[in-house]
């Protein structure tokens, strides 16, 4: 889903580490599912770096 948005918000994976405050190799590690990620660090890649809303739903 990561890769989908970044793609579709036309930046490389670089471009959007720089505006998130992150290394371009997190945003790779995520991507390709090989680390975990903070709740607060999703918020902060999908609303700042991909200016997208993201909703929280726990069924």
């Known amino acids: ?3 989908e948005a970044r793609k579709e918000a036309n930046l490389t994976q670089e471009q ?3 505006k998130v405050g992150t ?3 997190y945003i790779s ?3 390709n599912g090989k680390c975990d990620i903070q ?3 999703l ?3 999908f609303e700042t770096g ?3 809303k993201v909703n929280l739903l726990i069924g």
């Open 39 to 41: 709740l607060s660090t």
């Open 29 to 31: 590690r995520l991507e």
């Open 1 to 3: 889903m990561l890769k």
């Open 50 to 52: 991909l200016s997208r």
């Open 43 to 45: 918020y902060r890649i």
């Open 16 to 18: 959007l580490a720089n």
């Open 23 to 25: 290394k371009k190799s």
